[in-house]
């Protein structure tokens, strides 16, 4: 059964708007999240991450925004660009352990 | 270029043969990983290494065969392929210090037919 899940497996957006990517875990001692992005015929890359003493992170165009209570995740990219157009997977880790659960990624397509 | 490098990039094989997929990594990473991408499922761990010579299951080991003899190799053998072994295997690597991202190779189509 995953414990990661992304439900959402597409999502256009129009350039220069809001994309929201959810991911829901089932794991109440997962407490360290990420989100990478992955590109056609490339290796997934490191984009975001938050652990679970916080409730947001942000790095420029890119927020995570983590509700333990609902045990949901989610990534806001504001403006959207064509660029970001990409597969998104969550992850998440319980703190000193090496195992990472994935998603099973959301496509995203920023429109022109 | 310093990084993470798997080879080869596409394999196509047969049923019951053996192959091994490469990893390298330049960082001296302590920890090194092997996931299978498929669709639907995302990516899901098969093995993982803490260090040379320590090596652990993941999610889905069977079927596969680590090692890992120096820090920056850690080859994944497949002894005796079969049809639900085609897959996108991905290798990534991170530091020993907690709470740092996996940085992934791009990955190695196989197919076995």
């Known amino acids: 059964d995953q414990q990661v899940k992304q439900n959402s497996p597409s999502l256009s957006v129009q350039e220069g708007r809001i994309s929201i990517l959810n991911c829901d875990y089932t794991?109440?001692?997962?407490?360290?999240f990420l989100w990478y992005k992955k590109y056609p015929a490339e290796g997934p890359t490191f984009l975001i991450s938050?652990?679970?003493?916080?409730d947001k992170n942000e790095d420029g165009r890119f927020t995570v925004f983590l509700n333990k209570s609902a045990k949901h995740l989610s990534l806001h990219i504001v403006p959207s660009q064509p660029g970001d157009s990409a597969v998104y997977f969550c992850a998440a880790s319980v703190y000193g352990f090496n195992k990472f659960y994935f998603g099973s990624g959301t496509k995203l397509n920023v429109k022109p | 270029d310093a990084g993470i490098t798997q080879s080869p990039r596409y394999k196509i094989t047969e049923t019951g043969r053996q192959v091994t997929l490469m990893c390298h990594q330049t960082w001296s990473h302590s920890y090194m990983f092997w996931y299978r991408q498929d669709l639907g499922h995302g990516l899901r761990l098969i093995y993982y290494?803490?260090?040379?010579?320590?090596?652990d299951k993941g999610e889905v080991p069977d079927g596969y065969v680590v090692s890992r003899s120096k820090t920056e190799n850690f080859p994944l053998t497949l002894e005796s392929a079969t049809r639900s072994q085609t897959s996108v295997y991905f290798c990534?690597?991170?530091?020993?210090?907690?709470?740092?991202?996996?940085?992934f190779g791009d990955g190695t189509r196989l197919s076995i037919l």
């Open positions: 290494s803490a260090a040379a010579d320590i090596t």
């Open positions: 938050i652990s679970s003493i916080k």
């Open positions: 794991n109440s001692m997962f407490d360290y």
């Open positions: 990534a690597s991170r530091s020993r210090t907690d709470n740092q991202p996996q940085h």
